[in-house]
């Protein structure tokens, strides 16, 4: 079994900054491309940002140039660095990746339980 599992959610005021986090778990060969998305209340979920085994990122325009992705392979982490927060930034966040679990199997996608992300005054 595989499992990722966010952390680093919460409340922050606008203009400030969060760091998530977002471990991968269990049987692992090997991680593809992982990513972040959010979903905000009466919103379908979006792509925030994602990133390849070897470190190509990819945006949503929404979050260019004020949040990072990077990765450390060696801890089957990705993190999402999100600066200069916004009010509509607030969502739950979720990480999924792309991995393999055995050799002789083919990639699945795994989804994290989510982290509620609220930016407010």
């Known amino acids: 079994q595989v499992q990722l599992v966010e952390s680093g959610g919460g409340l922050v005021q606008p203009g400030g900054s969060l760091r998530l986090s977002c471990a991968a778990s269990?049987?692992?060969?090997?991680?593809?491309?992982m990513g972040w998305y959010r979903q905000a209340p009466g919103k379908e979920r979006e792509l925030v940002a994602d990133?390849?085994?070897?470190?190509?990122?990819n945006y949503a325009d929404s979050v260019k140039g004020r949040f990072t992705i990077s990765r450390d392979n060696a801890k089957n982490t990705v993190y999402l660095q999100m600066n200069i927060l916004k009010p509509e930034d607030t969502a739950i966040y979720y990480c999924?990746?792309?991995?393999?679990?055995?050799?002789?199997?083919?990639?699945?996608?795994?989804w994290g339980q989510g982290t509620q992300v609220t930016v407010s005054s």
């Open positions: 269990g049987t692992i060969f090997s991680i593809n491309a």
């Open positions: 990133i390849t085994s070897d470190s190509s990122t």
């Open positions: 999924n990746g792309n991995i393999r679990s055995r050799s002789w199997r083919g990639a699945s996608i795994y």
